[in-house]
């Protein structure tokens, strides 16, 4: 199997980007004119960009591995915030409402977050392979958006609706919804000049270009 020189460093940017916009999302919910989001829609777009880099540049199958390493640090990230939550506070330490206000365990939206991530990132991924055979590696452009529309389409429904309905007034998660897609997709679209030069890039040196002909796009084959 190749070595790649820059896979390593991609794949810990992209669950970097991921664990920065989980505790950020936990954090704050902004107004900015209007616009009501949560703290994790700053990075979390960022999150599919390097899902579209992963996939164009590497093909699918690594994309997956990849994928499936972010959700094993997300998932080590909550197990870890809720143990420490856990833990009997010391009696100087007058903070534990203020950690648990922030980074204390809501388990129903640990797994509405877990489930939108997976189903979200695999659609980008298997979009985006599948539409780069059918355009022979053209338009990476339209791949690219079109991906990331239908990912982030699935990631934000899934992720408000299981983690909120019920709790927030739908007129609450709607706003929410219609901020952070068009958010998101705008993202996509104004990184999209420098997504080009990073796939560029990538490809003249690590000399690679992969097209997913065979590839077996089941979300937990192992090969």
């Known amino acids: 199997m190749k070595n790649f020189k820059y ?45 579209d880099i992963l996939t164009e540049v590497y093909g699918y199958a690594r994309a997956r591995r990849v994928i499936w390493i972010g959700f094993a640090m997300n ?19 007058g903070l534990q409402e203020s950690y648990d206000s922030i ?14 991530y997976l189903i979200g990132e695999f659609s980008n991924s298997y979009i985006l392979a599948k539409l780069k055979v059918k355009m022979k590696g053209k338009k990476l452009w339209l791949r690219a958006i079109a991906s990331t529309v239908v990912g982030q389409f699935l990631d ?20 929410i919804w219609i901020a952070n897609y068009i958010f998101k997709i ?8 420098l997504t080009y030069k990073v796939v560029k890039y990538l490809k ?13 796009f089941n979300p937990v084959a192992t090969k």
Do not use: C, Q
């Open 75 to 93: 998932l080590l990230m909550v197990v870890t915030f809720w143990v420490i939550g856990k833990l009997p506070a010391d009696a100087s330490w």
């Open 7 to 51: 896979l390593d460093l991609i794949t810990a940017a992209f669950v970097a980007v991921l664990i920065l916009s989980n505790i950020t999302s936990a954090a704050k919910i902004s107004n900015l004119w209007g616009f009501v989001f949560d703290g994790g829609m700053i990075l979390f777009p960022l999150a599919y960009i390097f899902g």
């Open 103 to 116: 980074l204390g365990i809501v388990w129903r939206i640990v797994l509405a977050s877990l489930i939108a």
């Open 186 to 193: 705008l993202i996509e679209i104004v990184l999209l000049p």
């Open 156 to 175: 934000t429904t899934i992720f408000l609706v299981v983690a909120f309905a019920g709790v927030l007034p739908w007129s609450l998660i709607l706003s």
């Open 204 to 216: 003249t040196r690590e000399e690679v270009d992969h097209l997913d002909t065979d590839t077996n």
